[in-house]
């Protein structure tokens, strides 16, 4: 956590949290390590913690556990992380739709134009300008971006759900936590109801088109569309990566803070949040943003999936705000 310049604050709170869960474990469950934990016994860590903390303290703790256990994974110290099953099944009714912090798009605008990391930039304007969540985020492969330096320059297999379809993102629904595709498996999950096609404007284009000229060799054959540039060089990006990197440039700015709640903090899912409000206010159209997000149910999902060249492409650049 010190070399991922970590403040003092974050790696005592990831202390103070990690030995309340080892206590846990050896005094209430018998188990004598982290290591050999089940997700029977996060889950009731979990449950211990209801009605001594906030739920959105819950949901902070749990963060911190699941990042330790993924962080032990990765690096082979550990098998498997109990908390993925744990994070899957937690259901914090509090706090739902919490009320978040108001950005406008032009302070939104200031922000991305501090962000010159090649990979930074693409992984948060990608997520400013689909909507999409952060398991989506890091499952897409290069195959799933159609535009011309992917179909012409990198001659890559465009999926054929993006033909005819000019420059676009496609989102699958059917990628779990587990699941191995190319030999790789994804450490992820997409949330989709349905498989969703996302145009991709200029501006985006851009964005993707700059990481793409410094994109690292892929270690997956599945290759993946954005790639660690870090310890995990050429490696899959990990929600905890892209957690990791809109919590540093959120920091910057002053909307991130140490123990913060979704009501104070910008992070990966707030863009989620503002694609939808913003471009809601500027369409005044739900059911297209809905079907941008990949909420909706498939018989409304049918009706813009046919009327896709039309009416969800002419909506979207006509409305889809400018980051630069």
Known sequence: MTFHGKTDRTRTAYERVLRDFETFLDTDR?????????????????????????????ATYAAY??????????VGTFDSNPMTLVAEEMDERINTDPT??????????????????????SLIVTMLKTGIRVGEL??????DLSIPETRETLDVSI???????????????????????????????????????????????????????????????ADPLFLSTGDSWGRRVTPHIVHHTVETHASNRGWHRDGGG???????????????THLRDRT?????????????????IDTYTHDWGDRVRETYETNIYKMT
Not at 191 to 220: F, G, Q, Y
């Open 159 to 221: 999926r054929p759900q993006l033909d005819g379809r000019g420059n676009a993102l496609f989102v699958a629904s059917d990628r779990a936590v587990g699941d191995v595709t190319e030999g790789e498996r994804r450490t992820a999950a997409n949330k989709r109801k349905r498989a969703t096609v996302i145009p991709v404007d200029e501006e985006l284009r851009r964005a993707l088109v700059r990481w793409l000229a410094v994109r690292p060799d892929p270690v997956s054959r």
């Open 30 to 58: 018998g188990v004598d390590t982290p290591a050999t934990a089940e997700h029977r016994d996060c889950m009731a860590w979990i449950h211990q913690l209801r009605g001594t903390v906030a739920e959105s303290t819950v």
């Open 138 to 143: 890091c499952n897409l492969d290069l195959r």
């Open 284 to 300: 005044g159209d739900r059911g297209i943003v809905k079907y941008l997000r990949g909420d909706v149910a498939s018989d409304v």
């Open 262 to 276: 979704a009501e104070e903090n910008v992070t990966p899912h707030y863009f989620r949040h503002f694609f939808t």
């Open 100 to 121: 978040r912090r108001e950005i406008t798009v032009p302070e939104m605008r200031e922000f991305v134009a501090g962000i010159e990391h090649p990979l930074d930039r």
């Open 65 to 74: 556990l699941h990042r330790f256990y993924a962080y032990m994974t990765q």
